[in-house]
T-cell receptor
């Protein structure tokens, strides 16, 4: 069965420092991996996705993620954190390879950036 | 484009009441889905649809009904609300629902069942 794990409930980082939000996955076949961000009292916003090709994926708001097949990981990174990056981050994997595939979400990681 | 819209934003129900959460998208997407978000559990799929007239169950379908009479609309019905259905509900859509599709989410409906 496909699954996603976000091992940290919360990540704290100072503004200007690099940040990493961790995600590991378990999926049969090719993984299709996504990151979403949720700001307080808002819906989920798409950040980036890995489908195939370059292991380093660049997304919105300066975020990037590195796909590592051997470690089955897809960590979200940003070189210099902003206070406005504080939010709830979800990693997700697509199940199946046909129409109607659903996103399987991790439990989420709260990122807190202090000034 | 308005994207994915949901109404209402907030709702309080009493146990046993019924209601419909509305979801609409103006992107001509074939695939639409409903998730519920509970603290510490991420988002879980309730029902989904790959096109008008076609719906299927997700991970947690009990207590919910859906229909898809048009491409644009995908309402979620609670037949007899229970406190366990207190949650935040998100509707999402994507062009075809394929594995590489990006899903776009609505702003959510916060439901409390007393």
């Amino acid at each position: 069965a496909q699954s996603v794990a976000q091992p940290e409930d919360q990540v704290n980082v100072a503004e200007g420092n690099p940040l990493t939000v961790k995600c590991t996955y378990s999926v049969s076949g090719n993984p299709y991996l996504f990151w979403y961000v949720q700001y307080p009292n808002r819906g989920l916003q798409f950040l980036l996705k890995y489908i195939t090709g370059d292991n380093l994926v660049k997304g919105s708001y300066g975020f990037e993620a590195e796909f590592n097949k051997s470690q089955t990981s897809f960590h979200l990174k940003k070189p210099s954190a902003l206070v406005s990056d504080s939010a709830l981050y979800f990693c997700a994997v697509k199940r199946g390879n046909q129409a109607g595939t659903a996103l399987i979400f991790g439990k989420g990681t709260t990122l807190s950036v202090s000034s | 484009n308005a994207g994915v819209t949901q109404t209402p934003k907030f709702q309080v129900l009493k146990t046993g009441q019924s209601m419909t959460l509305q979801c609409a998208q103006d992107m001509n997407h074939e695939y639409m889905s409903w998730y519920r978000q509970d603290p510490g559990m991420g988002l879980r799929l309730i029902h989904y649809s790959v096109g008008a007239g076609i719906t299927d169950q997700g991970e947690v379908p009990n207590g919910y009904n859906v229909s898809r009479s048009t491409t644009e609309d995908f309402p979620l019905r609670l037949l007899s609300a229970a406190p366990s259905q207190t949650s935040v509900y998100f509707c999402a859509s994507s062009p075809s629902g394929g594995s590489t599709d990006t899903q776009y989410f609505g702003p959510g409906t916060r439901l409390t069942v007393l």
